[in-house]
């Protein structure tokens, strides 16, 4: 019922920022919990930060947090994680994925998913 799309990853040096999007297709975008998680290669995927429908919680990731803000605009149907700050372990595909519920730190608890978009912070 949901498709998400990616947008906004790239090449950035260590202390750079990048803004990624995810936008969403539908009309009940609003009422979805959303959240990003991040995969590298050879790695599990990691929850990254979630944000309830209303936009009025956030919750993240210890090793994201204070440097990555995650936001919504659902008239645009769009939810974007602003990342500063930027690590070499910050490498990752990063996806979007939308529930309802509540937010969630746990993937498999996440009904759609996004493609993703590559993010390589170089050192």
């Known amino acids: 019922q949901v498709q998400l799309v990616e947008s906004g990853g790239g090449l950035v040096q260590a202390g750079g920022s990048l803004r990624l999007s995810c936008a969403a297709s539908?009309?009940?975008?609003?009422?979805?919990?959303m959240g990003w998680f991040r995969q590298a290669p050879g790695k599990e995927r990691e929850f990254v930060a979630a944000?309830?429908?209303?936009?009025?919680?956030?919750y993240y990731a210890e090793s994201v947090k204070g440097r990555f803000t995650i936001s919504r605009d659902n008239a645009k149907n769009t939810v974007y994680l602003q990342m500063n700050s930027l690590k070499p372990e910050d490498t990752a595909v990063y996806y979007c994925?939308?529930?309802?519920?509540?937010?969630?730190?746990?993937?498999?608890?996440?009904?759609?998913w996004g493609q993703g978009t590559q993010v390589t912070v170089s050192s």
């Open positions: 539908g009309r009940t975008f609003s009422s979805y919990d």
């Open positions: 994925a939308a529930r309802r519920g509540g937010m969630s730190w746990h993937a498999p608890s996440y009904d759609y």
């Open positions: 944000i309830s429908w209303s936009g009025g919680s956030t």
